[in-house]
């Protein structure tokens, strides 16, 4: 079957350490993957984009990485501070039809 | 980017009745959907608005509990019909700019069916 997996529990990490979130998908070719952020009573909003083709895709304090072949994505922050503390979701685009495919996010609770 | 609004941002509403939630671009975006999201859970695909035709909806929606307009590029509706408490939940509009292939998201209606 398909699936979208992020890690349901949420992360803990202290301010200014790096903070990984995983994003595993399987059965799925997906064109390009997507990584929004969520805030408790908002819409999510975008953050990244990687294609198929690209490796590591970097804005300001955010990277993500994309393995076609381990079929997975990591998205990192560095530098963390509580503001980023939110619900952060990966979205699967896969053709031109432009439906995204979502994980169920995994909370990130950055620590003073 | 684009700016979305929806409209009402929440409501409580009695069982059997219906109730139309509206979504206002900004700026022109090739593509519209709607969303529902329960707390804590992904986001659940309901349908592609489509400009002034009918709405394509996913596996689990019709047309005729969720009917769709969109008589513009810029503004859409989603209609909640005969509602029950299992239609509790947060309700999403976006819009996509192929252009940069990036979808906005307005800040959501939340429903509550007594």
């Known amino acids: 079957s398909q699936k979208i997996e992020q890690n349901s529990e949420a992360l803990n990490i202290q301010e200014g350490k790096t903070a990984t979130l995983t994003c595993n998908y399987t059965?799925?070719?997906?064109?390009?993957l997507q990584w929004y952020r969520q805030d408790p009573g908002r819409g999510p909003v975008f953050l990244l984009l990687i294609r198929e083709n690209e490796k590591e895709k970097r804005k300001e304090r955010l990277k993500v990485t994309f393995d076609t072949t381990l079929k997975q994505s990591l998205f990192h922050i560095t530098a963390s501070q509580p503001a980023d503390s939110a619900t952060y979701l990966c979205a699967l685009v896969m053709d031109s039809n432009y439906q995204l495919i979502w994980g169920a996010g995994t909370k990130l609770i950055i620590k003073p | 980017s684009a700016v979305i609004s929806q409209k009402p941002s929440r409501d409580i509403c009695q069982r059997g009745t219906s109730l139309t939630i509206q979504c206002q671009v900004d700026s022109q975006v090739t593509m519209m959907f709607w969303y529902r999201q329960q707390p804590g859970q992904s986001l659940t695909l309901i349908a592609t608005?489509?400009?002034?035709?009918?709405?394509?909806?996913e596996s689990g929606f019709v047309i005729d509990k969720f009917p769709i307009s969109r008589p513009n590029l810029t503004f859409s509706t989603l209609t909640v019909s005969n509602m029950s408490p299992e239609d509790s939940s947060i309700y999403l509009c976006s819009g996509a700019d192929r252009s940069t292939d990036t979808q906005y998201f307005g800040p959501g209606t939340r429903l509550t069916v007594l």
């Open positions: 059965n799925y070719s997906p064109a390009y």
């Open positions: 608005a489509n400009q002034g035709s009918e709405a394509t909806y």
